[in-house]
């Protein structure tokens, strides 16, 4: 419990940065951030910079799966097509 909670300040720590002051985070450390934060966002890692990504949206979900069906009817039984 207490190793969450020193996580979870950790976090927030990673996660709140200034223009004027960049906290960098290493590997390690991104890999220890929780997978899923509230609200469907996920963490990028982008020049040792925490960048909170928005989930996509709904537009974004329906041609990511029309594109999905394509690539799958294509490679049919010779590939496998994740997200």
């Known amino acids: ?6 996580l979870n300040r950790r976090t ?6 200034t223009p004027r002051s ?9 890999l220890r951030l929780p997978e899923r934060p509230e609200g ?5 890692l982008q020049d040792g910079e925490v960048i909170v990504v928005p989930p996509a949206r709904p ?3 329906k041609l990511r ?3 999905e069906r394509l690539l799958e009817s294509i490679a049919g ?7």
């Open 77 to 83: 039984d010779r590939g496998v097509v994740n997200d």
């Open 22 to 30: 960049k906290s960098l985070v290493t590997w390690e450390e991104f």
């Open 65 to 67: 799966k029309r594109i």
């Open 59 to 61: 537009l974004h979900i």
């Open 12 to 17: 927030a720590e990673i996660c709140r940065t």
């Open 40 to 44: 469907g966002q996920h963490y990028e």
């Open 1 to 6: 419990m207490q190793q969450m909670a020193r």
